[in-house]
T-cell receptor, first 113, second 117 residues
Framework: DGGITQSPKYLFRKEGQNVTLSCEQN?????MYWYRQDPGQGLRLIYY???????QKGDIAEGYSVSREKKESFPLTVTSAQKNPTAFYLC????????????FGQGTRLTVV | AQSVTQLDSHVSVSEGTPVLLRCNYS??????LFWYVQHPNKGLQLLLK??????LVKGINGFEAEFKKSETSFHLTKPSAHMSDAAEYFC???????????????FGKGTHLIIQP
């Protein structure tokens, strides 16, 4: 079945450590996105990529990094510079920009302990 | 520039009664509009989409929405609420000409739908 797979579903990190969240899609979509969701705040865009080897910062990119070496993969690294990383992270993809709807993964809940 | 306003942060209805979740948008061009549903600790699932065809759009689980250009609205409705409808709902706009470096998707802040037994 085609879709987006995020792993792991739950992740615990000690303060000061970097951690990488995985996002893989087999929909052959060009565009991929990372969002952060905090209670009562909706979705906030961290990074997005329109094509392989290219990505742009979203509204809250500080403390995060991404790569897009393959069309199907868009991993997100939460660095130690992110002051408040505990949140629910959602990955999405769509065929391209414009009128297309986005398809979402099931999310990763990151908790800093 | 585009924007989305979901007019209610919380909506509470009784099971079996109609549901109305309100969404207003602004867009410089002819937009596509979407409603997504999110259950706790899950990803977002597409309920329905408007892409300039019929203005009344039917989606999954008995939901529908009507695109009203004159009112810049895209309200989500369901004739009879079910307990399983309790979730967070997001209205989203995508602009036709958003390929100039912007990501192209604008999310509303969400409406939490509560179903009373």
């Amino acid at each position: 079945d085609g879709g987006i797979t995020q792993s792991p579903k739950y992740l615990f990190r000690k303060e000061g450590q970097n951690v990488t969240l995985s996002c893989e899609q087999n929909l052959n979509h060009d565009a991929m996105y990372w969002y952060r969701q905090d209670p009562g705040q909706g979705l906030r865009l961290i990074y997005y990529s329109q094509i392989v080897n290219d990505f742009q910062k979203g509204d809250i990119a500080e403390g995060y990094s991404v790569s897009r070496e393959k069309k199907e993969s868009f991993p997100l690294t939460v660095t130690s510079a992110q002051k408040n990383p505990t949140a629910f992270y959602l990955c999405a993809s769509r065929p391209g920009l414009g009128l297309w709807e986005a398809f979402f993964g099931q999310g990763t809940r990151l908790t800093v302990v | 520039a585009q924007s989305v306003t979901q007019l209610d942060s919380h909506v509470s209805v009784s099971e079996g009664t109609p549901v109305l979740l309100r969404c207003n948008y602004s867009s410089s061009y002819s937009p596509s509009l979407f409603w997504y549903v999110q259950h706790p600790n899950k990803g977002l699932q597409l309920l329905l989409k408007y892409t300039s065809a019929a203005t009344l759009v039917k989606g999954i689980n008995g939901f529908e929405a009507e695109f009203k250009k004159s009112e810049t609205s895209f309200h989500l409705t369901k004739p009879s609420a079910h307990m399983s409808d309790a979730a967070e709902y997001f209205c989203v706009v995508s602009d036709r000409d958003s390929g100039g470096g912007a990501d192209g998707l604008t999310f509303g802040k969400g409406t939490h739908l509560i179903i009373q037994p």
